[in-house]
């Protein structure tokens, strides 16, 4: 067994259920789980590793629930720019159809970098295109190696255009092959246990691309092997008449006839909600997966999120696709969800410490985890840690949990997942990046230009 001591941290943010914030705060970790947390003074003096971490603010991991990784590969594509929802995707899924297994894996670890440096320690994927050689094994070694906590959401698309899906039946898969490679991979790689550093999720991609028997089997199969659900909901104004015209009935109307409202189940974007729906999701702790920063760059919409909270719905921060982001910073979406909040006219409809809630806490909440989110006894030793002495927080250590809100989005200085420390002094340690960027660059290349 070895023992790690986190000492004399300028504010350690702990997110308990007391939300203490202790100054000159430090923790004692054994293996990969917290075993003290408090002033430094009154933890063991002793470890196998002693991290000194004057003059940083140290706060829990943050918690990625939504993310399209393999789009790292697609940012700022001309004719993709300046679209909405529904002619991004109708541009992009051409691109995305050259896709291979390299292409998934090596698109995965940019991302995964990407996050991990802006703060996150627990990220799902929704991969669900799967042409040519691609599979979920791809991402989750790319996971494995570089040391992510991870939710694999096993996606899928099965209504091409010619069944009135929308998109091409070049990109779509056979109903009987999504479910079996969906029940191989839960049999391959899920982890029920605490503090698994790996699960499956079972995510048919939305109302528009899969038909109602697979959601229904979808549910069967994981209330089978007690997995978690996943798609994308209530985005846009575009998806809400499709589903009036297709169905006869609204995005969460669909998914409730479906089965796919509870507590084992989560939602991306959920921005067009009324009363009625938002009141449903808090009864019945149905998630949502927030994403403001998508939300924007495609014109959607904003997300009730303050009305959902207010419900006690599970809401939790999800950077989305790389492609309509375009960037996977984690921090900065905790900045953006406050914001965004606060634009329509009240300065209190979210705070800096609600933001980071929702990033931690929240996050966990939806993924159905109690063993990540804060920095407690028992919780699995998760925290991220940034330096104050930095230009982007000159003048904000009057209050320096907040500088981490309000402040221009950093890099943190240091990361540990599991017990691990997977970013020391700005730097990953498990994987060397540059030559990584490198050939997701030339793959990028090749996907779009054809050559």
Sequence with gaps: MTTTLIRHAHILV??????????DGGLFIRDNVIEQVGPTETLPGEADRIIDLHDHVVLPGLINTHHHMYQTL???VPGAQDANLFDWLKTLYLIWANLSGEAV???ALVAMAELMLSGCTTSSDHLYIYPNDARIDDEIRAAQEIGLRFHAARGSMSLGESKGGLPPDSVVEEESAILA???RAIETYHDPERYAMLRVVLAPCSPFSVTADLMRESVTMAKEYDVTLHTHLAETLDEERFCIETFGMRPVEYMEELGWIGNNVWHAHCVHMNEEEIELFGRTGTGVAHCPNSNMRLASGIAPIKALRA???????GVDGSASNDG??????????????????????????????????GGASVLRRDDIGSLEPGKAADLIAINLNRLEYAGALHDPVAATMFCAPVRVDWSMINGRVVVEEGRLTTIEIEPIIERHNQIAKEMVTGK
């Design 105 to 107: 894996y090596i698109s």
């Design 311 to 317: 419900h006690k719905a599970p809401v939790g921060l």
């Design 181 to 183: 490679d969906c029940q």
């Design 328 to 361: 996977g910073h984690l921090l900065g979406e905790a900045r953006q969800a406050m914001l965004l909040q606060r634009v329509t006219g009240d300065p209190k409809a979210m705070s800096a410490r609600e933001a980071l809630e929702i990033a931690t806490l």
């Design 14 to 23: 702990t997110m308990d259920p007391q939300r203490r914030e202790i100054p």
């Design 74 to 76: 697609t940012r700022a």
